[in-house]
């Protein structure tokens, strides 16, 4: 089973632009859907947005237009970049498949922290 390990967060100040990086321990070729989740603290993890196979994506109400994700199949990568940071983004991120979030299995995520 493909693993996942996420990186590139770290504490920026409000209206900052962080990219995050999702890599991927096999292809991520026929993976037909990649998201981005995360979970703040005292709250559910929530979906942030996907994207698809063919490129496709889409986005939460409170990220779109503010967040882009992007996929490197040839690298086995996918992105999160956060432009336009708010305080209230400030969660634990992690990347995942709809397989793999259903069975429970998680990656050791990256923290963003929006501070000034």
């Known amino acids: 089973q493909v693993q996942f390990v996420e990186s590139g967060g770290g504490l920026v100040q409000p209206g900052g632009s962080l990219r995050l990086s999702c890599a991927a321990s096999g292809s991520i070729f026929s993976i037909g859907f990649m998201g981005w989740y995360r979970q703040a603290p005292g709250k559910q993890r929530e979906l942030v947005g996907g994207?698809?196979?063919?490129?496709?994506?889409n986005y939460a109400d409170s990220v779109k237009g503010r967040f882009t994700i992007s996929r490197d199949n040839a690298k086995n990568t996918v992105y999160l970049q956060m432009n336009t940071l708010k305080p209230e983004d400030t969660a634990l991120y992690y990347c995942?498949?709809?397989?793999?979030?259903?069975?429970?299995?998680w990656g050791q995520g990256t923290q963003v922290t929006v501070s000034s």
């Open positions: 994207i698809t196979s063919g490129g496709s994506t």
């Open positions: 995942n498949t709809p397989e793999r979030r259903r069975s429970g299995s």
